[in-house]
C-alpha cells in the first residue's frame, strides 16, 4: 500500500503493525459496538454552512486551556498500554506529540512510568487518573505526577466497571512477559492488568465506589486543575462545575464501556449549554476529520482529544506516524477553517452548523 495520506489509511494499515490481540484490544467496544460506529456517523450527519469573501490568507489555529497557549486544539486521549504497538511505548508517544505541538493526557495504565514519560516530554503533558480502591495509593499517584510536572489530573468518572468487551475476552487478552502497568507498582492489589477476573464485574484496578464524595477528596490533595473525563449527562456537568472541576471532556471512552450511549458529538451541545462557559468543555470519540474538528468547536468544545487514530501512527511509523496523524487533523482543520470563512478558533461558532 502507498503511504498514509489521511487518518483512513493509517487505520487501514494498522493491523499488519501490531499482534492481532492488539488489534482486537484497540479497535474494540462494548456490546454490538453500536456507540463507536455512531460516534463517527453522528459528525458525518452534521451539515456544515460557509461564509465567503473573508480573507483567510492567515489562520490561527491556536487555542488557551489553564493559562496555556496550544498552537492548534488537538490533543491526544489517554490510551492504556501503548508497548502493545511500540517497543517504546508511550515513551515513543510523546516524541511523536512534541514533534505535533500536541498536548498528551497520559493514561494510569502507561506501559511506561509518568516519570519517564514527563521526562521525555517536551509539550504540555496531563495525568489520567483512575482512582483506585486504595486511596493512600492514589494520594501517592497524584503526588508523583504533581512533583513529575503534570499539568492537569483528568479523572476518568465513566468507569467503575468496564463494559462488555468481548474483543478482548475472545483473545484472552493479557500483557505479555515484560510489560506492565509502570504506575501501579508498590499497588498491593494489582492483578496485572485490568480484566476482572473469572465471572466477576469488577475489576481490581477501578473503584465501583467511586463518587462526588471522592472529588472533593480530590480537591483537597491537590492544587492541579481537576478535568472530569466522561460525562455525557448535562445534569452531571453542573454538579461537577458545583463540585469545582476545572474542566470537563464528553466522551464515552470510545464505545468501550456502555453500549448504544449517545455519540459524544450528539451530547456535547447540551453539556455545553449547561456549563454556560464557566469551565472549559472538550470532546473526544469518533473525530477522523479535520471537518469533525471544527464541528465539535462550532458546537462548544474548547479543543478536542483523538484516541485509536493516533496509536494507529505510533503502531505504523513511531513517534513520525503519531506526529503525521496529527498534522493531518491540523491541516485539514486548516483547510476547513479557511472554506468556511473562519480565521482564528474564536470564530468557530454554533452558526457553522446548518439547523
Ligand atoms: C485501546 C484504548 C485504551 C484506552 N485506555 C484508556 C485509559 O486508560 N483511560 C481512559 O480514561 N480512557 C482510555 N481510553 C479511551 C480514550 O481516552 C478516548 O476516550 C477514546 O479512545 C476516544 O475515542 P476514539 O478512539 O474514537 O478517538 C482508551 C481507548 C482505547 C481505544
Redesign the pocket.
Known amino acids: 500500500m502507498a503511504d498514509p495520506l489521511d487518518l483512513r489509511d493509517y487505520e487501514r494499515m494498522a493491523p499488519g503493525h501490531m499482534s492481532e490481540m492488539a488489534w482486537e484490544?484497540?479497535?474494540?467496544?462494548a456490546g454490538d459496538e453500536h456507540t463507536?460506529r455512531w460516534?463517527?456517523e453522528a459528525y458525518q450527519r452534521l451539515r456544515l454552512m460557509p461564509r465567503h469573501l473573508v480573507d483567510v490568507s492567515r489562520l490561527d489555529t491556536g487555542v488557551c486551556l489553564f493559562g496555556r497557549r496550544l498552537s492548534h486544539p488537538v490533543m491526544l486521549?489517554?490510551?492504556?498500554?501503548q508497548k502493545l504497538m511500540h517497543a517504546d511505548g508511550e515513551l515513543e508517544m510523546v516524541r511523536g506529540a512534541a514533534a505535533a505541538e500536541a498536548a498528551v493526557?497520559l493514561?494510569?495504565?502507561?506501559t511506561v512510568t509518568l516519570e519517564d514519560v514527563a521526562g521525555a516530554a517536551k509539550t504540555p503533558l496531563w495525568f489520567?487518573l483512575?482512582i483506585q480502591p486504595d486511596r493512600e495509593f492514589t494520594r501517592g499517584l497524584v503526588g508523583r505526577a504533581e512533583a513529575a510536572g503534570y499539568a492537569a489530573l483528568?479523572v476518568?468518572v465513566?468507569?467503575p466497571v468496564l463494559g462488555a468487551r468481548y474483543r478482548e475476552q475472545r483473545m484472552s487478552f493479557a500483557l505479555p512477559p515484560g510489560m506492565v502497568q509502570a504506575n501501579l507498582k508498590g499497588l498491593a492489589t494489582a492483578t496485572g492488568d485490568?480484566r476482572p477476573k473469572g465471572q466477576q464485574i469488577y475489576s481490581a484496578v477501578l473503584d465501583p465506589r467511586l463518587s462526588w464524595k471522592d472529588i472533593d477528596w480530590l480537591r483537597s490533595i491537590t492544587r492541579l486543575p481537576i478535568v472530569l473525563?466522561?460525562v455525557l449527562n448535562p445534569d452531571d456537568a453542573a454538579r461537577a462545575v458545583e463540585a469545582g472541576a476545572s474542566g470537563l471532556?464528553v466522551?464515552?471512552?470510545?464505545?468501550?464501556n456502555m453500549d448504544t450511549v449517545p455519540a459524544?458529538i450528539d451530547a456535547l451541545p447540551a453539556v455545553s449549554a449547561r456549563v454556560a462557559g464557566r469551565i472549559p468543555v472538550l470532546v473526544?470519540?469518533?473525530?477522523?476529520r479535520g471537518t469533525d474538528v471544527l464541528k465539535a468547536l462550532a458546537l462548544g468544545a474548547s479543543a478536542v482529544?483523538?484516541?485509536?487514530?493516533y496509536?494507529h501512527g505510533l503502531a505504523i511509523g513511531g513517534a513520525l506516524g503519531v506526529c503525521h496523524v496529527v498534522r493531518i487533523l491540523r491541516r485539514e482543520l486548516e483547510m476547513a477553517m479557511a472554506l468556511s470563512g473562519r480565521t482564528s478558533i474564536e470564530q468557530v461558532d454554533a452558526s457553522l452548523i446548518l439547523r
Open positions: 484490544y484497540l479497535r474494540g467496544g463507536i460516534n463517527e486521549a489517554p490510551v492504556a498500554y493526557v493514561s494510569s495504565f502507561s489520567q483512575y483528568v476518568t465513566d468507569t485490568h473525563k466522561g471532556i466522551s464515552n471512552h470510545g464505545g468501550r459524544t473526544d470519540g469518533g473525530i477522523r482529544l483523538i484516541g485509536r487514530p496509536v
